[in-house]
């Protein structure tokens, strides 16, 4: 069977992923024991995460955030009085932007209020 015609197809449609995954079937001696429904949900899985992937970047490019902030990264030992589960109701599943509702971070200069407002972005942005 000629496979180079349905490669170019499955490359003009955009599924370059899909043929990632074909090729590394083709290399790979151990991908001949797979069924075709388990070939097809392995190529399926990596367009899905790469397309899943490209979203987030596109995301967080027009985000345009400062610095590399996450919301794993907080340190709740610090001095500044931050509710813990205030932070992680918000960090859950960001659905305050959903709703939509604001968020204020107030506190003296220089504590952090800029980070935790990317921290907060960044996973509103992981979180779709």
Same mark, same amino acid.
């Given at each position: 069977?000629?496979?180079q +015609?349905t490669?170019? /197809?499955l =490359? *003009?449609?955009r599924l $370059? +992923?899909?043929v990632?995954?074909?090729r590394?079937f083709e290399q790979? $001696?151990?991908?001949?024991?797979?069924?075709?429904?388990? /070939? &097809?949900a392995?190529?399926?899985?990596?367009?899905?995460?790469?397309?899943q992937?490209? @979203? =987030?970047?596109?995301?967080l490019?027009y985000? /345009? =955030? !400062?610095g590399? %902030?996450?919301v $794993?990264?907080?340190?709740? !030992?610090?001095?500044?009085g931050?509710d813990?589960?205030?932070?992680r109701? &918000?960090a859950?599943?960001? #659905?305050?932007v @959903?709703?939509p509702e604001?968020?204020?971070l107030?506190? +003296?200069?220089g504590v #952090? $209020?800029?980070?935790? *407002?990317? %921290? =907060?972005?960044? /996973? @509103?942005?992981?979180d779709?």
């Amino acid at each position: 069977m000629l496979n180079q +015609p349905t490669i170019e /197809k499955l =490359l *003009a449609m955009r599924l $370059e +992923p899909m043929v990632e995954t074909w090729r590394s079937f083709e290399q790979n $001696e151990n991908a001949a024991q797979l069924s075709f429904e388990e /070939k &097809l949900a392995l190529m399926v899985d990596r367009l899905w995460t790469w397309r899943q992937n490209l @979203a =987030l970047e596109r995301r967080l490019r027009y985000a /345009k =955030l !400062r610095g590399d %902030a996450c919301v $794993e990264d907080i340190d709740y !030992r610090a001095s500044g009085g931050l509710d813990r589960s205030m932070m992680r109701s &918000l960090a859950t599943d960001s #659905g305050w932007v @959903a709703r939509p509702e604001n968020v204020f971070l107030v506190g +003296p200069t220089g504590v #952090g $209020e800029s980070w935790l *407002a990317c %921290a =907060l972005a960044q /996973k @509103a942005c992981r979180d779709g």
